[in-house]
């Protein structure tokens, strides 16, 4: 038998990770109630169509479709079969496709959420602020850093138009400074308007068709830079005449002001510019008036974000330590004002935030700010010496671990210093021994392994008041 | 549009829901820990050469596949029609199925637990200890409160047979025992031994090869009765007579000792059977003199379990309402013996308990024991009265989330009694309003909606102070 193995693209994560993981999924979920957020959950996975067209091209490709199962794929397979036997026309993959499978891993928590919010729109309460810690599915490409399954951690409030407003885009500003201040990691906030690309296109002449084309092209300037986004937009039938109309404004590095100027008047013959421009300039107002703790809010005019579903305010955050911005996103989102009505619930507006788990965690430990958290639940290794022993020990094992002290016994009496490496390699740091002779003497011997010192108690209370101490 | 739904066998969750199921995972994990076991997880999706022929035939039915993606998905079904020109054999649907799909979800956590211990035991130290709670996927077929999606939470150890005793079992049937009592949740423990099961099957003249069909059937025992069970038997091919021979142990209702008198004399010649009698004589005997909390610990001579890894010691764990036992089965386990040696370990043994979230979850909803659980995060809501308002009032919400309070903002300054009912709505038990008066007059104006009392403060670090005691 070869050793075993996991899916390119997945990962196994041990203890050690885990605890840091855990952690980081702690604060955040403590962030998004203290903002109000209340947790629900969707299924792994949805009908395919739920999930198609949501996502634009890329998306639609990269999603994990399930087969059938047992009988139903039988079947399945069987109509296609009869079908060909009738129709002598070469068939096409999608039409086995759907024999095969309806079903898909969700790509994405924000098009599960709003399918969430439409169905369940008679039991739950509008504006309704929502919020989903679990992982989605991509079939991309294996890479360093990219994988086919990974968490996000999405928060998101939808309301009719009516009781939406700016102040949801403040409140994410602010929930996102929250979070990432209390993780000790300085990010930036890197915002923009759907509205104002809307605008630039328009000024710029490039046709409506291209929409798609442009922003996906766009998307790529931080990282890319201008020659290859211009090649990739030429490529796909924007000219360059159009192209230049509007490439001055990504590049832009003045302050809010200044660039708020500028694309005022190159935006004046444009409504839809000036209900960017509006929108953004009430965003830095109030969070310049209310101040945020660690955050930098950036205005990135190239900022396009790959979801077909924006359609407002969008930003995407960074960590904030001098390296490229975009290119190194750790979460993201922005106003989608027509996912709802794609499910038939129209006037519908929402906002929400996604935070890339796996991004922030191979940020953070990058920056080496994991250091304190602690590698092992366990605090006390009792030894085995033989059932006799361990019978006698039981009660003291229960009474520790009623104190809330994670405690555990060597599952056999093998030799000492073997029990002893077990303690050393998993990070526990005290052992306890009761032999013949401790049980003769009525005696606790308790050995710190930190500090190679060992101590005698009289009773478990002693032990157990000691190693309740912070640093005991 | 036609209303969105989801896949048949899955569920989308509330916040009330998730609020119970968070309380649940926790007090699980707290356990967990508290018993030494560190947290690992794997990937959703498995090779299906990792978990087929794992489980027994009805599992390796109902695995969920995933079909290749994209180009993947492409080259295989080209692949496919290439080698079906070149045969002109009628081709069948595992020959396709080859060609389109090589991962499956995860059927359970076992088996990918050890997959992972294999992989890795050159990183991880033995004996060792690990959990998991994630969600497993069986394409079941759907029906009441039996899902095609639903979370296990599993404790393991694994180690080499010189590492490994029977304490382990008294260990997790303490662990069980700590769990339940801590959710107020009366269980019984149900044991017996794969050895004593095979020491009867050896007494009764049943063939070898039938040994798994004999299991799967027995397990049916206290769900379906005498009749179905031994009509089943029949059909699979055991005699009547072999049947009749070992029939009355599985009916026994008498006491673990007269149990143990009535097996030792029919397992004499059964060198099997006496090891399992053994085995259980040292769980009674220890759990009998630690003594359990809340948890009954009961012998059935019928219970086999489902899957096909388990080896030793197994048990089922049900609500202690007199209810029928196995029937209503909310967790499991056992001891498996060869599983890590199916991926090329040799001589290791595992033992592990496996708790269903849902079962448990739906146990505890029927008996009412959730009702401590609040049902929203929130404790305060600022009504909206206008932008300048809010921006006044900002100040105080950032302070009352800085001292841990969860504060919402309503998003738009509509009708106040539109906001007050929103707060009503979600639980909310506080509402501050300040408005232009309250701006003037340096006030804050808080609404109590439980006692519907009114009360001004001077300060927001009062109304903090306040909001914090335990009955504000």
Redesign the interface.
Known sequence: ???????KG??????IE??K??YLIQVIRNKF???????????????IS?LMGKYGKEGD???????H??DF??KG?SNFWRRKKEDPDPFN?QE??EH????A?RYDLTVPFV??V???RN???F?F??YQIQ?V?R?DKPQKERFR?FYQCDAD?I?SY????L??EV?FI?LCD?IFTELNFPIIININHRDILGGLVEISGIENHLWKDFTTSLDKWDKKGRNIVKKEMLRKGISSNSFEKIACFFDMKENFSKKIESLTVALQSSERGKKGIKDLRFIFQ?IK??SLKKTKLKWNVSLARGMNYYTGPIFEISPDNNGPCIANSIGGGGRYDQLAS???MKNFSGVGVSLGLDRIYIAMEKENLFSTISS???KV?FI?FG?EE??YA??MI?FL?RK???????????KINKQF??AN??H?PFIISIGKNEIEKKKIRVKNLKTRTETEYNNIQEVAHQLMKKNP
Request: proline fraction near 7%; hydrophobic fraction near 35%; avoid cysteine.
């Open positions: 038998m070869e050793n075993p193995s996991i899916p997945t990962r196994d994560f041990s203890s885990m605890n993981r855990n109630e203290l903002f109000g957020f209340s947790p629900i959950e969707t299924p792994s996975f949805e009908k739920t490709y990269l999603m994990f479709k399930l087969l199962s047992g794929l039988k397979i993959n086995l496709m095969i499978s309806n079903k891993l399918r969430y439409v169905m369940h039991e739950i309460f504006p602020k929502g992982p599915w079939a399954e409030m309301g009516s009781l939406s407003s102040w949801q409140e602010q929250e109030k008036n209310i794609f499910f038939g092992s639940p366990s290794l085995n059932d361990v019978l039981y009660k229960n671990r809330g002290i994670s405690t555990q016994l060597y599952p056999n009496a093998v490496r077990y390699n998993n526990i």
